[in-house]
Structures are given as C-alpha cells and as structure tokens.
C-alpha cells in the first residue's frame, strides 16, 4: 500500500561515476542533469580527481569493495528506476558494477564507456578496456561511446558517419540494447550522432555550437537518457530528449569564461536567466 505523498515523490536515478573537483563533468554533472530533469540523483563515487577545465591533475581510486557498499545501499534503500556509469577507472571496480547487472541488481543501465578525458588524460586502465566489451556491454541497455572511445573499442580509426554506422553494428554485437556513436567530434554544420538498437540505424541531429565550452557533455547525455528512462521512457526516445537537453545546455553556456581551458555546459538554464544565449528547448 502506498503511503501519503508517495506519489508524488520523483522517480530516482543512480550514477556510477568519478567525482569532478571542477564539477564539469563526471557524477557532479549527472547530479545537476538528474535534477534539472525533474529526477531524484544517487550516486556511488569511483574514482575522486583533482581537476579543472584545463586538465585532471590527479585521480584516487575509491577501493572497489567501498563502490560495491555505496551501490548496495543505494539499491537496497532507494530503488532508482535507471541507473548510468560514467568513469570507472580499474578493471576491478569494472567488475562490481558488471556483477551486479549480470545478476539483474542494477536498473536499466546506460554505459558511458569513460576512457580519455576532453583534455587527453587517461581515466580508464588498460585492462578495463576490453573489459567494457566482455563484462558490462552485454547488460547495457545503452552505451553511448564518443568518436575517441568508439575507435579504441572497435580497433580502428572512424572517419565519417559510415565508420561510425559500421562500428555502432559492431558494438551492437556484445549484446548491448542501443548503441550511439556520438559525432560531435566531426567536422561540419551539425553534431551527428549514429545510432542502431538492432533493427536500423538512426540519425541524431542537432546544429553545430561554436564554443569550447563542452566540458561534460558525454556526461550530461548518458545522465540525461537515464534521466528520461527513469521518468518512463523507452530508449531511443529518451536519448532523443538527451540530445536536445545537451544541444540546449551548449548554447545557453556557449559565451561563459569560467577557466582558462574547456569550460562547463549550463544545465540550469542561469545564462537564460542573466542576459545570457536565449534557451533552444524546455529544461524538461
């Protein structure tokens, strides 16, 4: 029997994620992602690095039995309807989370497969590499690897939205639900992202933003589909609105000057509020 109010309560999301000391990107963007999506934000803490919109000066590694009780206290207790994992630094820590899904202990999970930060330093070890393809994208409902991650996973170099098509069917093939192959590393009018969720390709468009403010943005799109999925969504519908969410983000953060290197997005809406680039779509 449900109690008073319990309706109206948020459904609850769970990021698995390194922690951002700049708060660009890893689980302190899915944190504002989930609240400016109307969701309630878990998280279970991976990895803490020093870090700045100029580079990660220094990572700690949460020991993988510390990731493993957070997880569990946040199942046991608050029930997220989705759940997403960001940077997972070890192979060890990898196979906590991959435990855990392939014993049905985890949501419909996004996989954001976190391996070289936007400033080129490495946040994933060796082993764990391979280990995304073997051990965590067979329970994925969607993974979401940019150009750069994309390539190491499939071992060659993507040049154009056919390798990208070609290597999302490839990635497809461990057992993942939905995979994207994020474009937004390409050159061009538009950020095209290829999609295939096993019976055909899909094409995600949004207008390219001159900015180089885009520190987080795989993070706010993995926590932005889980997001959606939480609130009820299938899939691809919820990685459409993801995409919008990000394509919005950019522009109302694309004139910021906050640090000297790539910047953060706005997940608020502040720049809207304060004189700043006019919103490109609803918050929710």
């Known amino acids: 029997m449900s109690g008073p109010g319990q309706a109206l309560s948020p459904p609850v999301a769970l990021t698995i994620a390194g922690s951002d000391s700049g708060a660009g990107a890893g689980l302190q963007a899915d944190l504002k992602t989930f609240a400016a999506l109307g969701v309630f934000g878990t998280s279970a803490v991976t990895a803490v690095t020093a870090q ?127 995979v994207v192959v994020k474009g937004g590393h390409l050159p061009g009018a538009e950020a095209i992202d290829v999609v295939f969720d096993g019976q055909g390709l899909h094409h995600l468009r949004s207008a390219w933003v001159d900015t180089r403010n885009v520190h987080g943005t795989g993070c706010t799109l993995s926590a932005a589909t889980a997001a959606w999925m939480a609130l009820g969504l299938e899939p691809l519908p919820a990685l459409q609105r993801a995409k919008d969410f990000v394509a919005g983000a950019l522009v109302r953060a694309s004139r910021w000057t906050l640090g000297g290197g790539h910047g953060p997005l706005d997940h608020f809406g502040w720049a809207a509020e304060h004189g700043g680039p006019a919103e490109t779509g609803p918050l929710t």
Do not use: W
């Open 52 to 178: 700045n919109t100029v580079g990660v000066q220094a990572v700690h590694v949460i020991p993988p039995p510390m990731v493993e009780a957070q997880i569990a206290a946040v199942m046991d207790d608050l029930r997220p309807a989705a759940a997403k994992t960001g940077m997972l630094a070890t192979a060890s820590t990898m196979a906590v989370v991959a435990g855990r899904a392939r014993r049905g202990e985890l949501p419909p999970l996004v996989v954001d497969p976190v391996m070289v930060s936007s400033t080129g330093s490495r946040l994933l070890d060796s082993e764990a590499e391979r280990a995304y393809l073997d051990s965590l994208f067979p329970y994925a409902t969607v993974v979401t690897p940019n150009l750069r991650e994309a390539s190491l996973l499939v071992g060659r170099d993507l040049a154009d939205l056919d390798d990208m098509a070609k290597a999302a069917r490839q990635l497809h093939e461990t057992g993942a639900g939905l």
